[in-house]
């Protein structure tokens, strides 16, 4: 719903909260006619199942400034616009702009997003500070930053009178602002697919782009042809040749559902990877509503090389966890050994593998990293303990952990360990640590003076895909209090153990995005994140996410440490 049709709850109605209802009761008459024209006069009756559909592709124009209104009133209204005004360019919005801040004004250099009300004070004639109760900001290029709990913006407008002795805003900082239901329905989440250093997997980076502009697919083309994001260019390539931009600077969605991305320099083009350019604007461009194929071309000539490319952040294979001293697994028919494991040592925990279960591994009573023993062979030590965190093995048979005071640590058997650099882990204690799915972006909780941190961030690996370093992170779930374990739930969302407020709870942690919570769970204990997302309690018992509520998975007693691939 637009933020013209509707104010923040506690808002003070004014004049600016009479226009709203003005509004609102405009587009209930109009609606009451609509419904009225269509009652049937004759005919039999028919009893109706009393059901009420909402539209949510009904746009409201915003209404201009109004004679008399105060400094508030103006800013006020020029938010107000500007939440409004992807219909119509803004143009309302800048009614409320005089001089040269009516062409210099920039509305999408950013946006940011409140929970609570935004009263505009005035400080003194002609300023007026509105104090924004920020819950997240997104960048001109689609980045989504959550805020801390209770962070602020201020934001600073300078206020003239015009020729008519009407005030209209001289100076205003440029971007909207917009509540967080007003955000939902104008801007979309769209991951850009970028191909992983060896080529073999689609990487995500999640981007917010405007989806009321009736464009969404030419943002969403123009930001994956710029490349990937600081944080992630080193550890990821692209197909898309430097410099190649789209023909008209525009993406084109026929009646039928093809996307056509007309690319220029199409020479260089067609010299390039075309099959894996393909695939990254196919991955891409296919999350756009109504596109159902995509096609492309290159300086006119149709690109019609493909090839198949992993994506996706759920992995493959059953669950696992620890039961007395066996790695068991969970089937059809309940719990049952693991194929050729033998049993495991008094206090093992932390088991970990890859998607084949040819690379498993734990931590021994000691807190020493090993591989799991098996039937045939006895363990191996990997990485000495103690300290070691939970490992993570990725799809390149790299185990991953971590020790205070030496930071993150991967490991391959029959190589020596590599303490992987990360500048911005100085100073802070790894909690948790889990690889992504494409082994390009690690998860990571850590603890330092300013408290706890969930960050993603790229791993650099040399061509034969030893690690090299671990790039700048960026922050998630940065309303989380406190965290103590770490999961991929999806290709872009985590899972996180930790609390927000006063409870331990499960939260779901985009990338990019606002973190929100599932039910509780008492005594939780161990987090295993796949298709289907499991929990483990200190009393032993399976817990297996339907829905938005915890239930216990029957016949199954005794348990830790369930775990997926990765």
Same mark, same amino acid.
């Given at each position: 719903?637009?933020?013209?049709? &509707? ?34 006069? *004759?005919?039999?009756? &028919? ?62 250099? %950013? ?5 609570? !009300? ?55 900082? $440029? ?5 967080? *239901? ?6 979309? +989440? ?45 550890? /990821?390539?692209?197909? /898309? ?6 023909? +008209? ?55 019609? $090389? ?18 007395? $001293? ?18 495991? !040592? ?31 062979? !006895? ?7 103690? &300290? ?32 992987? !650099? ?7 204690? /790894? ?11 690690? +998860? ?39 965290? *103590? $374990?770490?999961?991929?739930?999806? %290709? ?7 609390? *927000? ?23 939780? +204990? ?41």
């Amino acid at each position: 719903m637009s933020t013209a049709r &509707r104010r923040s709850a506690g808002a003070p109605a004014g004049r600016g909260g009479a226009r709203v209802v003005r509004l609102l009761g405009a587009l209930v008459a109009t609606a009451a006619l609509g419904a009225c024209a269509a009652i049937p006069t *004759s005919g039999a009756v &028919r009893e109706g199942d009393g059901t009420v559909s909402e539209s949510r592709d009904v746009d409201v124009l915003a209404e201009g400034p109004r004679a008399g209104a105060t400094p508030q009133q103006i800013v006020e209204g020029f938010q107000l616009a500007g939440a409004a005004g992807f219909v119509g360019e803004f143009s309302t919005a800048r009614e409320y702009l005089t001089g040269a801040a009516l062409q210099s004004w920039e509305p999408l250099a %950013e946006v940011l997003v409140y929970d609570d !009300p935004v009263i505009p004070a005035s400080t003194q004639a002609g300023t007026v500070i509105a104090t924004i109760p920020l819950t997240a900001r997104v960048d001109a290029d689609g980045r989504f930053t959550e805020a801390p709990r209770d962070a602020q913006r201020a934001l600073t407008y300078e206020l003239v009178r015009n020729r008519s002795g009407e005030w209209r805003i001289a100076d205003a900082p $440029d971007g909207l602002v917009l509540s967080e *239901s007003v955000f939902d329905k104008q801007f979309r +989440a769209t991951s850009l697919y970028f191909l992983s250093a060896d080529g073999t997997f689609l990487v995500p980076e999640t981007r917010w782009f405007p989806s009321q502009s009736h464009n969404l697919q030419t943002w969403v083309a123009r930001a994956l042809l710029a490349g990937p994001s600081p944080w992630l260019r080193d550890a /990821v390539t692209t197909a /898309v040749p430097e410099g190649v931009q789209l023909q +008209a600077d525009t993406v084109v969605v026929d009646d039928s559902g093809i996307a056509t991305v007309p690319l220029d320099m199409g020479t260089t083009v067609l010299k390039g990877d075309t099959a894996s350019l393909y695939a990254q604007l196919d991955a891409t461009l296919r999350q756009v509503p109504g596109v159902r194929e995509v096609k492309v071309t290159a300086g006119s000539v149709p690109i019609v $090389d493909t090839r198949s490319v992993q994506r996706g952040g759920l992995p493959d294979g059953p669950v696992e966890m620890i039961q007395d $001293d066996r790695l068991v697994t969970l089937g059809e028919d309940g719990l049952g050994p693991v194929e050729g494991v033998a049993p495991l !040592p008094v206090g093992a925990r932390s088991p970990a593998r890859d998607e084949e279960g040819t690379v498993r591994v734990m931590l021994d009573p000691a807190g020493t990293l090993v591989t799991v023993p098996l039937e045939d062979s !006895p363990s191996q030590v990997l990485l000495d303990g103690p &300290r070691l965190v939970a490992p993570s093995v990725d799809r390149l048979g790299w185990v991953w952990t971590a020790r205070p005071g030496e930071g993150v640590i991967a490991v391959k058997q029959g190589l020596d360990p590599v303490v992987v !650099p990360a500048e911005w882990l100085d100073g802070r204690t /790894v909690v948790a640590l889990r690889m992504a799915r494409d082994a390009t972006r690690l +998860a990571v909780v850590s603890r330092g003076s300013d408290g706890v941190s969930v960050d993603v961030a790229a791993v650099v690996r040399d061509a034969q895909g030893t690690p090299q370093n671990i790039g700048e992170p960026v922050r998630a779930g940065a309303v989380l209090q406190d965290a *103590s $374990d770490v999961v991929w739930l999806d %290709e872009s969302v985590l899972g996180v153990v930790g609390s *927000s407020d006063s409870s331990v709870l499960v939260h779901k942690v985009p990338v990019a995005g606002r973190t929100t919570t599932e039910a509780e769970v008492p005594d939780l +204990a161990g987090l295993a994140g796949g298709r289907v997302v499991y929990v483990a309690t200190t009393d032993g018992t399976l817990h297996r996410l339907v829905g938005s509520t915890w239930a216990a998975v029957t016949h199954v007693e005794g348990v830790r440490d369930p775990a997926y691939p990765g």
